[in-house]
């Protein structure tokens, strides 16, 4: 559908998008039974997080558009040639680059990679995309600065950076050498052959694009992601428009609907007496991360349960399972989806997440049980 009619583009988009559709409708709902102010709606808001998101979003397109990560794939695929051996490099691609970046920012780059590479190599690209979001959940467990939830834990407890990883590693071992053999399982070792790029690297885009990535990291890093972000939106619009066209800019209000609708669920009493209930049951702090994670995603979970908690490794434990299973569980599994832009990789995606849940409850008791 054209978007020359903005408000009818974005119904067609309401009714295709489930996730969006589901947000708007539970929103009424919370309105009424809270009944917040248009201040206290803008304070659950994180303003930082959708800066960044924009800017992130931005630029990953604008390397995506560039034909940049196309001609990467060619160079991938004269290094791994078959399906299973590619899987595999790109499983702990995104790995380490989410123990070390985020799971987020790792996204952000290895997705348009994979889906440039589909443009030049017949893969399986919904499929290597849920296993990047399983890869990332999973690697950016270890360390402290990972992902938003483990940074938290860090931050507030007080916990050294050496301490925190060790605490970590039993669970995040085990479950890397379950998404390995997965991965193994998953992907056939059949050869693959490479179609020749259709398109000449646009130079220009591509150097102001990596330019930009980097001091846009920076720049989030100093807090100031807000201006970095209007900065490369402006200077995109100025230069490369047909990049902004091509921008997801949906997700951003998804993102920011989220953050309205679960910091009303949060505040609601039902939802007190809920997570008391939660506690109470078998495996305690660790059983109440995981399902909280899976209705209001593991980072509002973490927060929500950790002035509760006097366990923090039993809740970094269960907030990182918790990123398996629905799709909300983890932030990082909706950006995932959303850059893909395959049709019905949402069905696909919990064929395979909510088994990969089970697996996970089950290594973080043989982990807990081994230390």
Known sequence: MSRSNPFRFFLSRLTEDYLLLALVVGLVPLLWAVSPSLSELAGLVHWQTLAALTGFLVLSRGLEDSGALARCGVWLMGRFRTERSLALALVVFSWLLAAVVTNDVA???VVPLTVALAAVVPVPLGRLVIFQALAVNVGSALTPIGNPQN??????RGIGFGEFMAAMLPLVGLLTLVLLLAT?????ARPVVVRPAQRPVNRRLLWVSCLLYPGFIVAAELGAVVVAALAVVLLYGLLFRAVLRG????????????FVDLGLLAGLPQTDALVAWLLALPGGVMTASV??????SNVPATILLASLADDWQALAWGVSVGGFGLAIGSLANLIALRLARVEGLWREF????????VLALGVAALAHYVV
């Not at 940074?151 to 507030?156: C, G, K, N, S």
């Not at 193994?184 to 056939?188: D, E, G, I, T």
């Not at 399902?291 to 209001?296: A, G, L, P």
């Open 184 to 188: 193994v399982l998953a992907f056939p």
């Open 151 to 156: 940074l938290f834990i860090w931050q507030t």
């Open 107 to 109: 996204l952000f780059i």
């Open 291 to 296: 399902v909280v994670s899976q209705f209001i």
């Open 247 to 258: 921008v997801d800019w949906l997700l951003l209000l998804v993102f920011m609907l989220m």
């Open 350 to 357: 919990h064929l395979w997440s909510l088994p990969a849940l």
